[in-house]
């Protein structure tokens, strides 16, 4: 998903709840969600983009990733696989379509020349410059990284695990009852104010069915569905 359109979908879902928790997944991540959330006293439960993918051997391997470096905040600097160091060597500033304003540091490798881990470290075949006259870089984001770092002890621990859980059951499950439970393929009308008129009549048909179940299982004012323990 687009992290722009992931933004404007995350405002305007926003603005007509009331939740002081916000669970999404990885599409939803980013500097400019986190800053509006932190904004609007909300706290994020968001899965990382790298959540599932940092957990594999080849993720924690790669040296050149910049989690994989060390970082001495002293010297404000990275320390290669090699001992090599990357300095600051440019902060970016940018804006995005909707306005937020986010900082990127980049850091260069002092000297790349007659590297062994060159081709490991260095990736990538868009780049004009010739690989062996091209230096390492790395483009980190302290805020971003510190947003990060704080949601993922969120959704770590057994409040977060709950919740990424039920938003599991309750999105993909709502969607799955649409299309098996009532047939739904596709819309029916075109244009953009008939689509969603429809997608509207499409939720209140769900939620209706939904509470009626509740009422007839005598489980009204249950939102979530608890954590099965293992054994």
Known sequence: MCVETGTVILRQTMM???????????????????????????EAFIKPANYEIGKKRSYQNDIGRVENMKYDPQSDTYTYHNGKRLKVSKIKKEKTKTGYERKTTIYSCEDCSGCPYKK???????????????????YVSRK???????DLKRITSEEGILLRMNRSI??????????????????RYRGKANVEAQSILLAIAHNVRKLHQK???????THLFALKKSA
């Open 16 to 42: 007509q709840l009331k939740y002081q928790r916000v669970t999404a997944d990885a599409g939803y991540e980013s500097e400019e969600n986190y800053a509006y959330l932190e904004k609007e006293k909300k």
């Open 120 to 138: 490991e470290c260095i990736k990538g075949n868009h780049s004009k410059v010739p690989f062996e006259d091209r230096t390492k870089n790395l």
């Open 144 to 150: 971003f990284n510190q947003y990060r770092e704080e």
């Open 170 to 187: 309750q999105s993909e499950g709502s969607f799955g009852d649409l299309k098996e439970d009532t047939g739904f393929r596709r819309f």
């Open 215 to 221: 009422i007839q299982n005598g489980k009204t004012g």
